[in-house]
Nanobody, 128 residues
Framework: QVQLVESGGGLVQAGGSLRLSCVAS????????MGWFRQAPGKEREFIAAISWSGENRYYSDSVKGRFTVSRDNAKNTVYLQMNSLKPEDTAAYYC?????????????????????WGQGTQVTVSS
């Protein structure tokens, strides 16, 4: 079983930036794809980014493409989400998650059901 702990959320003005971190422990981090999700009050959970185990492949939803960047440091068991040009509609709880399957190569077709371990979330609030 893996434990995931997110950090880096907070309150930021529109146009600002934040970097979220997610530290994993308990399972071999470097062999699993990682994903980022968010959920705003009253809305469904949204899959916004993913990175393959090697870091070679990345996925972004249209809502964050060009503004957010996902990266990972396998030596530190950490995945990051750099968020730039933040908008009020980015306000949500952000969650990282780990793939159920080891060494997945194709990540663009992943859905939330492909992720088996989840962090507790970190709140991001963007003021206008």
């Amino acid at each position: 079983q893996v434990q995931l702990v997110e950090s880096g959320g907070g309150l930021v003005q529109a146009g600002g930036s934040l970097r979220l971190s997610c530290v994993a422990s308990g399972r071999t981090f470097s062999r699993y794809a990682m994903g980022w999700f968010r959920q705003a009050p009253g809305k469904e959970r949204e899959f916004i980014a993913a990175i393959s185990w090697s870091g070679e492949n990345r996925y972004y939803s249209d809502s964050v493409k060009g503004r957010f960047t996902v990266s990972r440091d396998n030596a530190k068991n950490t995945v990051y989400l750099q968020m730039n040009s933040l908008k009020p509609e980015d306000t949500a709880a952000y969650y990282c998650a780990q793939d159920r399957m080891m060494s997945r190569i194709t990540i663009v077709t992943m859905t939330s059901t492909d992720f088996g371990s989840w962090g507790q979330g970190t709140q991001v609030t963007v003021s206008s």
